[in-house]
T-cell receptor, first 114, second 115 residues
Framework: AQSVTQLGSHVSVSEGALVLLRCNYSSSVPPYLFWYVQYPNQGLQLLLKYTSAATLVKGINGFEAEFKKSETSFHLTKPSAHMSDAAEYFCAVSGYFGNEKLTFGTGTRLTIIP | DAGITQSPRYKITETGRQVTLMCHQTWSHSYMFWYRQDLGHGLRLIYYSAAADITDKGEVPDGYVVSRSKTENFPLTLESATRSQTSVYFC??????????????FGSGTRLTVV
C-alpha cells in the first residue's frame, strides 16, 4: 500500500522567491511519484512525474522535483515564484508495477505575495 | 473535442433526489475514475473502472452508483442525495491503472450542492 503526506496545507512565498512544497511517501514497492497542479475552477494537470529514469525530474513551468529514496521524499521546487504559480498542488504515488491506483496527498495551496 | 468532459459544471439539487454526473472521454483510455474533492481531504476515490462493464469500489463508495456500458462514458449517480455529498466531483481517465505515461487526465469538475 502507498500513501503520501504533504507538509503544509498552505504555503506563501514572495514573488521571485524560492518555492518549496514538501511531499513524503510511503510505499511497499518501488514507487512512481507525481505532482499535479490545480488552478482555480479547473481539474488537475500533470506537472511532472518520477518513474525511476532519473532522480531529478523537470516539469512544466520551471518546476522540478528530486526523488530521495533515503528520505522517502519527492519535494517540488521552483527557483523563482511567479504570480501565475498560485494554485493548489497535489503529490501522488503509485506502485512501480502499475497495478495500483494513484494515491493523492491532501494538497498544498500556494499563495504568491506580490 | 479531444479530452475528458464532465457535465454539468454546476448542479444544485435537493436532499433525497437522484442526480447523475456525466463523464465522457475521447482518449479511448481503459481506466476511468471518479473522485470527490473536499477541503482537508484532498481527493478521495469513489469508484473506478478498468473497462466497459468492469467497475470497482474506491475509498468512499457509499451512496454512489456507477455504470460503464461504453468505454468512453462513466456516469456517476447519487441515488438519494445527502448534504454530505456536497462536493466537487472529478472524473479522470488513464491508459493504465497506476503509471500511464501522462498520469491521469482530469476533467474540469462538477460542483454539486445538495440543499
Amino acid at each position: 500500500a502507498q500513501s503520501v503526506t504533504q507538509l503544509g496545507s498552505h504555503v506563501s512565498v514572495s514573488e521571485g522567491a524560492l518555492v518549496l512544497l514538501r511531499c513524503n511517501y510511503s510505499s511497499s514497492v518501488p514507487p512512481y511519484l507525481f505532482w499535479y497542479v490545480q488552478y482555480p475552477n479547473q481539474g488537475l494537470q500533470l506537472l511532472l512525474k518520477y518513474t525511476s529514469a532519473a532522480t531529478l525530474v523537470k516539469g512544466i513551468n520551471g518546476f522540478e522535483a528530486e526523488f530521495k529514496k533515503s528520505e522517502t521524499s519527492f519535494h517540488l521546487t521552483k527557483p523563482s515564484a511567479h504570480m501565475s504559480d498560485a494554485a493548489e498542488y497535489f503529490c501522488a504515488v503509485s506502485g512501480y508495477f502499475g497495478n495500483e491506483k494513484l494515491t493523492f496527498g491532501t494538497g498544498t495551496r500556494l499563495t504568491i505575495i506580490p | 473535442d479531444a479530452g475528458i468532459t464532465q457535465s454539468p459544471r454546476y448542479k444544485i439539487t435537493e436532499t433525497g433526489r437522484q442526480v447523475t454526473l456525466m463523464c465522457h472521454q475521447t482518449w479511448s483510455h481503459s481506466y476511468m475514475f471518479w473522485y470527490r474533492q473536499d477541503l482537508g481531504h484532498g481527493l478521495r476515490l469513489i469508484y473506478y473502472s478498468a473497462a466497459a462493464d468492469i467497475t470497482d469500489k474506491g475509498e468512499v463508495p457509499d451512496g454512489y452508483v456507477v455504470s460503464r456500458s461504453k468505454t468512453e462514458n462513466f456516469p456517476l449517480t447519487l441515488e438519494s442525495a445527502t448534504r454530505s455529498q456536497t462536493s466537487v466531483y472529478f472524473c479522470a481517465s488513464s491508459e493504465s491503472l497506476g503509471q500511464g505515461y501522462y498520469g491521469y487526465t482530469f476533467g474540469s469538475g462538477t460542483r454539486l450542492t445538495v440543499v
